[in-house]
């Protein structure tokens, strides 16, 4: 049984757990448990690959993590705030529907799969297939921002929403890896540097930033700056290019009847 | 029945067990020693990779008094196959010592086969008469007590290093194995998960020819002609897991091909036409096109994550478009490779890098000086 | 160089010393075959044999025939394939199909025979003795402890969240999207009615069917279409498509034209844009992965039963074993006969094996490890009648999915154009006009009417076989006998040829 405590550093009714050697089920459900009684930040201390933290709940609350949260963090979540002050392994934000992720570290690969709203911010690199499947719906618009480097098909089948790649600390590596984009029919990806076109799926081009595509960067910046504590002093907003598909119906002639 | 019979259907039944699974490993580059118990620790965490269907490791470096001996771990279901298997060992072998496998009986291992060690070496005139080297000599050997003998199985051949595993959780089989009293400069983990059950204690991970042990993660579609391929330089899957043919590419490619092991990871999760074509590097792009050309049949496609321990180190690969996580982290001379970040920071709480290594690009750990 | 070197399939023809000129053929063609100046005119190349002009003539003046068009004859060249290459050398492109495997392919159902009760054991009477078709479908534990309180006995074994059917008959997934919203009512209405479940297929479920999602599997498919978390929970179990038995392997693409507004806010795409399913889950590479979806889906909803849908493909009895070590509560095969809206013909038709056989290996499988308590076996794609709900129980399922039948009842005439959009009776369309020719609730009472006929004609091969529940007639292979099936097949069906 992890051990509680309630908190009163904060005007939210607040709570921290010992995370440590507790099951993902245990875990999890003494977590819903806590929300049903009315607390709104959950501070996780010591949590080491325990899966599916935030997995479901609907409850806009807040859920902190000490230490690496287990694959797929915050899947199906419709409403939570989940801070990781440490990294993240695969599958964060898996099929997530609103709230808001947020990860000091690094994250894994297949990060926000299927995405619907909501945002995911991780400081530093993430892995490969992050928002592929993402898609927006209505007023719901998913974003996900990475402050480091990325690996191949990121946001591959894209069918809406936005990812954000910002090669913070880049060095020698490649800010992205290949087949940017592929099978890309929706929403638009925006890359801080240049990417070669061998690096991209065949269904999307670059295209420059129009002053909309600036104002939505630039929101989106300062709130992940906040979030993350990420120093984007160096960041212009003239170092971007934005990748979009230049038809929403890349398979329409591979048919006959 | 049981064992001799479950093997024999094994072998004669060409179905192929898929299987997937937790990995972790860690060596120190150093050669300082690393109790046993930590690499347990470290599976426990991702225990919900495997499903008690076979769990296992290996240790390096754990038998320095007999670090010229072959280690010959093998397991008996019957005692007419032990009889027989130690009438050959005894013909090609100089046997030093003799003893069973220490173990702890305790929950979650059953129906345990008689498990015992040899440590041995060729006899000169045996080699002689074949003219060949000792290392080729062990691997006949232990494919002919593997594919003759009857409940007999040889699951650990190389020199100062052991593998153990079992049908069981990973952890459980540490226990079993009483890994906490060996120490070792490097160590691999196994938890795994069969889709369907052997419940045959040689089918658990690591797979091991001589010093080469195997845990593995994913399915090799490539299997099939991996297997014809490596059958053509006197190679015998008759396990029926992909998992076999990753030992043998590394065995023939490494050691009777000498290749350098970053070399040979480029053949086995070689890179893409699209990306060889571009590289700027004449000489580069040459061996690439030369290793997929020569070696097309090894290209092992599919989603895999593996580690692979030899006698000098530990290597860490994924395929080529990393269908299966893999996580690095290194700490002073430590480095660590497992299929979860957890894992390894159960035993490294403060690494000082943590990185996920990019698709088919290998982690190698070696060793610096002797141990 | 001359028109379309694809000649007609059918000719339509008007008696028009009949036709009283009403029009209703126009309207009612979804393919656009009539035209109407002084009288009607047929354009036959566009008729598809839907027969809904036919059904729907006052004067009974229309007739479609099959082009009589004589091709000569090759044994290997039949016209079929002829045709084929004509078009793609025409158009390029994969031929596009619907509905399910057409090719003359073995079909081991009518080679399997029941037995039946004579002196030795006797035979029941169904209609005036019980006769129990109630299923469950969820993992169960391998054994109930009891415990002793009060001189009584009290239950000490948790048994775990399983789905109880008053009938081992279920409606198979089609989505909102590829079949019109009024056959998704019909269904559920139905589904209802009879103590059974629908399935959503990977659409969604659009809100007005909330209310009966007691009797609604809803799925999580790889384009995770209108998933999220109400959704999850909506349903009785949850399922993870893996595979479909009409296209395994390969992903799914609804086109933009479909997706008007009520789909769109179903599935949670915009209008108008392709609806693309990746062909697999990017989330599943592996089976503990699969593992992984199935405990995030079962902490999604308390712990709701989850069914893994595959195709039935070559090595199917390992891969549904590692789908049982991996969690899942119900396997979901679909057989290579399982129906699509939309499928490349030559996969429909050439990918896959066939149901009975991938049944009787899987339940094989699952008994020799110990484990075929821990899921139930759902067995779909080609089930097309009660002989064949019996076969398949026989030989091992909890239950079968029915899809085409329950099209068919609704007026499908197996055209397989659902591709198109253009369904003449309602069925696969999107287009309004066409949608609102399927009533729900007379497409609910035609369900209820062969689903009911079904489990009365099941009652009495049970009664035949003197068994009075459906569960013992399950996986009981020694009542079945094989009849010209070759020796193999026999063995791997593990059933007795006819006479031993
Ligand atoms: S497509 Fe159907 S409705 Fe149209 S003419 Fe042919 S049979 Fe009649
Ligand atoms: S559903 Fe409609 S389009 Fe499809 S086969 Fe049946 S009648 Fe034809």
Known sequence: MPRAATNDRTELKSITLDAGGVYYKDLNSQVRGLIDEGYEEIVLQGVNGQRYIGDGLTQKVKIIIEGVPGNDLGAFMDGPTVIVNDNAQDGVGNTMNSGKIVVKGHAGDVLGYGMRGGRVFVLGDVGYRIGIHMKSFKDQVPVIVAGGRAGDFFGEYMAGGVLVLLGLELGDSPLVGSYVGTGMHGGAIFLRGEVCDHQLGSEVRVYPLEEEDRCQLEGLLAEFAEDTGADLSGVSLDDFVKLQPFSHRPYGNMYCY | MAFGDQYSRWRVDRSRVPAACGLSGVISEDGAMIGGDVIIESMKVIHDRGNGLGGGFAGYGIYPRYRDHYALHIMFEDPGGRAACEELLEADLQVQESEEIPTRPGPGIEDAPELRRYFAVPRPEKLAALAIGP????????????????????????????????????????????????????????????????????????FNILDWAVVHNGEISSYGINKRYLEMFGYECTLLTDTEVMAYLFDMLVRKHGLPLEVACRVLAAPFWKDIDIEDDPASRALDEALRVVYSSALVNGPFAVIVGFSRGMVGLNDRIKLRPLVAAVKDDLLYISSEESAIRQICPRPDRVWAPNAGQPVIGELKGDV | MAGNMVTSEFLVQVDHERCRKCKRCTLNCGFGVFDFKDRVTADTSKCVACHRCVVFCPEEAITVARNPLAFREHSSWDVDRRKAIWK??????????????????????????????????????????????????????????????????????????????????????????????????????????????????????????????????????????????????????????????????????????????????TRMIPVGTDALSPAPHHDIYSIEDLRQL????????????????????????????????????????????GGTGASPAVVRDHVGIPLEIALAVVDQQLRSEGIRNWVSIIAAGGIRSSADVAKAIALGADAVGVGTAALIALGCRLCQKCYTGNCSWGIATQRPELVGRLDPDWGAERLVNLINAWSLELKEILGALGVNAVESLRGNRERLRSLGLDEMTTEILDVKPAGR
């Open chain 2, 135 to 206: 290392d080729d000599f062990m691997v006949q050997l232990v494919m002919r007590i593997n594919t003759t003998v009857p409940g007999t199985f040889v699951f650990s051949s190389g020199k100062n290093m052991g593998v153990f595993k079992a049908v069981g959780f990973a952890e459980d089989v540490g226990e079993f194995y009483r890994l906490p009293d060996y120490s070792g400069y490097c160590w691999i983990g196994h938890g795994r998960f069969p889709t369907n059950t052997p419940g045959w204690w040689g089918g658990a991970h690591p």
């Open chain 3, 294 to 337: 199935i405990y995030a889906l079962k902490e999604a909803t308390g712990y709701k039963p989850v069914s893994v849908k595959i195709a039935t493909v070559h090595n199917v009895a390992a891969i549904a074993s590692g789908i049982a070590r991996a969690g899942a509560d119900i396997i979901y095969l679909d057989g290579f006969r």
């Open chain 3, 88 to 265: 793609q050398a025409q158009d390029s492109g994969m031929l596009l199909t619907g509905m399910g495997n057409d090719l003359p392919w073995l079909n081991v159902f009518d080679h399997l025979l029941i037995d039946a009760c004579q002196v030795t054991n006797p035979s029941i009477d169904p209609l005036r003795e019980p006769m129990e078709l109630r299923t469950y479908l969820g993992r169960r534990p391998d054994r109930v402890e009891v415990e002793r309180s009060d001189g009584g006995f009290k239950l000490d074994t948790e048994v775990g969240n399983i789905i109880k059917l008053d009938i081992p008959i279920m409606f198979s997934g089609m989505s909102y999207g590829s079949v019109s919203i009024n056959v998704h009512k019909s269904l559920a209405l139905a589904a209802q009615r009879l103590g059974t479940v629908m399935n959503t297929g990977e659409g969604g479920l659009h809100e007005e069917l909330y209310p009966y999602g007691d009797h609604i599997i809803v799925q999580c498919a790889s384009g995770r279409f209108g998933v999220h978390s109400e959704y999850l929970n909506k349903g009785v179990a949850v399922e993870i498509k893996v595979g479909q038995g009409a296209k395994p392997g390969i992903g799914g693409h609804l086109p933009g034209e479909k997706i008007g507004r009520e789909v769109s806010s």
